[in-house]
């Protein structure tokens, strides 16, 4: 049997190449683990618990490892797949990363892990983060009354109370907010005193040393400061010390050794005074205490989490709203009444009312009626659609102001808005390339700057003026405190998580933030011709027969395709729908890759396909009918011979049109530096004249699934960075190969699992709302990280006092705090204006 798993904690070859030794060291397994994705394909004999696992693991180091796939792994056993079910493996802190109620790290410590409870991450110490879930139906019930549960606000039938929300209506970021705004009031009220104590030895003649001696308000100073150090702002002690443990060194790391170090020191400066040379005193005989430092340094550090907090709710906007879409209740037809049920109630084959203004519940298709819908939360198209009876509805959508009826085809989690929500989860937690970079500075970052802080104090203790030693101790926390591994941290997930969220607003659906950072480099695109650069929805102009009858080769044609599912096969069967023409029964249907059908009907062996399909069966084809047929593709149209026992009889001309926005995409594309090149299974002289209309880059024709994947590792080794764009089972192959594989909402869910980007409109327009917003998402991601790096270039020199010689400026502390708070803030700020961008 073969499973796969996830591996957390890897960040190099050497790490994979531990995790992989470790792993094929149990009996009975053999492993093959990759780096990017993190992942371990595990060959067993038997059933090995994941416990067994992961002890292997935890014997060569701070590896863990889970079931994939969201909790759920297909493994094969001789000729049967057998669904895993992942509780029997799972670990406590869950990792189906799609769960809703799961919170995860927003600074991806250990990838896309996530856990049951909010809290702190045990990595790096930051605030969890709850994934937005979707809430399909809100119920109500009674706080003294558990029993009682309504679908509807109101009053408990028992003792009258107030029916309140059993799903919690503030959001656990909402909440976050809340309890660091409680800790900020308590903050700000114990340490604006104990700064203004502080500052009492600058004021002549100052009234509060007629109340006690300077050496006494040392003490109040110290008891002012305990709420803060001990409740307020305890969190940041408590992620120093994890951060410590675990040796993921931050920011927390910093702000805990600093402050510490202060009020450690005025503590033991305020009791035992005596140990302390005579340069540490002031003019009043006593020891500098720092305990106002300690204070407003905690208490700008607990601004800068506040702000942050607020900043970051923010940043997962365009989800809430998608959340939003999803109506709580619809309308069901039962029994030839209307009335009013959950959504959470609705079944596939349920018929409902959907009413002028409603939001479509489910997925579904019309059956009676027709709307004017409003696609643009979806599609990002604000232009309504007119649909009729037959045509599919997706949830989220609103309706005009006409009403319809439509049968439920697709409900829950299985819904479009769903997948986008839950795409748009997964992609916004995912790590593109480029955060490597970041990650790695991170890991030496800490340690330097305690080295620098280290040498700040060493070398003011030597050359600096006096008192030298204070100037040291005081430059040196100075240093600790500005430093911000934070921001450098936040600049990439932040951009992906808003970039992410803006995408799927505009109907671009994002799978990966891999996918996004290599949408900038695409030089190539290759694209089909069928449903991507054309409708997808051809229609029979005729079928001309020779020495044949007409009528019975629309019979044969149309009775082969009856089975069939292909959109050229269903505009046969349509063509002959409005003929009238009775449909026979057919054998031995097979369906050719690349070329078309065959079968037989009645005793007639029929081919229906391109030309490679009737030198396939051997068919003889007259020259007159060639001649007719190569007329016919000039013109841009797609011809399928036809044949009868193995002699061609006629052809049928099927009309595809050209989207109307390929044309302008494809010449957008072009302008800025992309090659476009149609790769598709039909004709030579249709292809020629699509890429003439279009202006292509260049096209083949006749393209077979591996002649596509061909091509793309073709210009691969030329060094192209290739994007795929195609909607059919036969792109599936060449989307996975590119480098950017794209697939046509519009197409089957073949193609779209197989690509990193989904358009849901199914246009080439997407494609250049992709790339430019790629363009901007990097463009952010790159000014994150100037604004990272060169804050820290300059604050943490600055605060070594390197510009004490040249302009006798020193950077307070509590100045630093401030910087340093405002830092991360700037870089989410940063990453919030790529909501407004024009794509």
């Excluded at 619809?330 to 959907?354: E, F, H, P």
């Excluded at 100037?786 to 600055?798: E, K, S, T």
Aim: some cysteine; overall charge neutral; hydrophobic content about 45%.
């Amino acid at each position: 049997m073969k499973h796969t798993y996830t591996i957390s904690g890897m960040s190099c070859d050497g790490c994979r190449k531990n995790v992989e030794k470790a792993l094929n060291g149990i009996d009975g397994v053999q492993a093959k683990v990759e780096l990017n994705p993190p992942l371990a394909t595990i060959t067993m004999h038997s059933h090995i618990p994941t416990e067994k696992l992961q002890k292997a693991l935890t014997e060569v180091g701070d590896y863990t490892i889970s079931i994939s796939e969201a909790g759920i792994s297909s493994h094969t056993h001789g000729e049967s797949t057998v669904q895993h079910d992942s509780k029997k493996h799972s670990r406590t802190n869950a990792e189906d990363t799609g769960t809703p109620g799961k919170y995860y790290c927003p600074m991806h410590c250990e990838g896309d892990k996530v856990y049951d409870k909010p809290g702190n991450c045990p990595v790096c110490g930051m605030h969890l983060v709850k994934l937005p879930e979707i809430v399909l139906s809100t119920k109500y019930t009674c706080p003294m009354h558990p029993e009682i549960i309504k679908d509807k606000p109101g009053s408990c039938p028992i003792c009258g109370m107030n029916l309140v929300a059993m799903t919690p209506t503030d959001s656990d970021d909402t909440q976050a907010y809340n309890d660091l705004k409680k800790k900020m009031v308590v903050a700000t009220a114990f340490s604006v005193p104990v700064f203004l104590i502080s500052m009492m030895e600058m004021i002549p003649n100052n009234p509060l040393f007629n109340i006690m001696g300077i050496q006494y308000w040392g003490y109040v100073q110290l008891l002012l400061t305990i709420p803060v150090v001990v409740y307020a702002c305890r969190m940041f002690f408590v992620r120093a010390w994890v951060s410590v443990k675990t040796w993921n060194l931050n920011m927390f790391t910093l702000i805990g050794m600093g402050t510490s170090l202060a009020f450690v020191f005025s503590i033991f400066a305020l009791f035992f005074p005596g140990v302390f040379p005579d340069e540490f005193k002031t003019h009043h005989g006593t020891i500098g205490l720092y305990f106002e430092a300690t204070a407003v340094i905690l208490t700008l550090a607990l601004l800068g989490q506040l702000l942050e907090a607020r900043a970051h709710s923010q940043t997962s906007g365009a989800i809430k709203e998608l959340l939003k879409l999803a109506p709580t209740e619809a309308t069901i037809i039962k029994d030839g009444y209307d009335q009013k049920i959950s959504i959470q109630d609705i079944v596939a084959g349920d018929l409902l009312r959907i009413k002028p203004g409603d939001k479509i519940p489910v997925d579904g298709k019309i059956t009676d009626g027709e709307g004017s819908i409003d696609e643009a939360m979806i599609t990002g198209e604000p232009i309504p659609v007119d649909k009729q009876t037959g045509d599919q509805v997706t949830s989220g959508t609103i309706n005009g102001n006409s009403s319809f009826v439509m049968v439920a085809e697709k409900v829950g989690a299985e819904t479009l808005l769903a997948q986008i929500i839950q795409l748009v989860n997964n992609a916004s937690r995912s790590k593109a390339p480029i955060q490597k970079l970041a990650d790695n500075i991170s890991g030496y970052f800490v340690p330097l700057v305690v080295i620098i802080a280290a040498l700040t104090f060493v070398t003011w203790a030597i050359v600096g003026p006096q008192p030298a030693v204070v100037y040291g101790f005081i430059n040196a926390i100075a240093v600790l405190i500005i430093a911000c591994p934070c921001a450098l941290g936040l600049a990439t997930p932040m951009s992906i998580m808003v970039g992410v969220g803006k995408g799927a607003q505009s109907g671009v659906l994002i799978k990966n933030a891999e996918a996004l950072e290599q949408m900038n480099k695409v030089n190539v695109l290759i694209t089909d011709k069928t449903g991507t650069i054309t409708e997808g929805k051809p229609s029979v102009e005729k079928v001309v027969a020779t020495d044949y009858p007409e009528i019975e080769l629309i019979q044969y044609i149309a009775s082969l395709n009856q089975y069939s599912e292909h959109p050229l096969a269903q505009a046969v069967l349509n063509f002959a729908k409005t003929k009238k023409i009775l449909i026979l029964a057919s054998n031995d249907f097979q369906a050719v890759t690349g070329m078309g059908v065959i079968g037989t009907v009645g005793s007639k062996k029929i081919a229906l396909g391109n030309r490679k399909l009737m030198e396939k069966v051997g068919a003889t084809v007259a020259h007159d009918l060639e001649h007719q047929i190569v007329a016919e593709q000039k013109l841009g149209k797609t011809v399928s011979y036809i044949s009868v026992d193995g002699v061609a009889r006629g052809f049928v001309t099927i009309t595809d049109p050209v989207k109307g926005t390929s044309g302008p995409a494809i010449k957008e594309l072009m302008q800025h530096g992309v090659e476009v090149i149609m790769l598709t299974g039909d004709n030579e002289n249709t292809a020629r004249a699509v890429a003439e209309q279009l202006k292509l880059s260049s096209f083949k024709a006749g393209c077979l699934p591996e002649d596509k994947l061909k091509e793309i590792k073709h210009l691969q080794a030329q060094g192209k960075i290739v994007a795929m764009a195609g909607d059919g089972i036969n792109d599936a192959p060449a989307l996975v190969q590119a480098n950017v594989g794209i697939a046509m909402g519009t197409g089957t869910d073949v193609a779209i699992e197989s690509a990193k980007i989904t358009l849901v409109k199914g246009d080439l327009q997407g494609i250049v709302k992709a790339q430019k917003l790629s363009h901007a998402v990097m463009k952010n991601i790159k000014q994150n990280l100037f604004f990272a790096f060169v804050y820290n270039a300059l604050g943490v020199p600055v605060a070594a006092g390197l510009l004490y010689p040249f302009f006798g400026i020193l950077l307070s502390p509590m100045i630093a705090a401030l910087a340093m708070s405002l830092s991360s803030v700037s870089v989410i700020v940063n990453a919030l204006r790529l909501r407004a961008v024009k794509i």
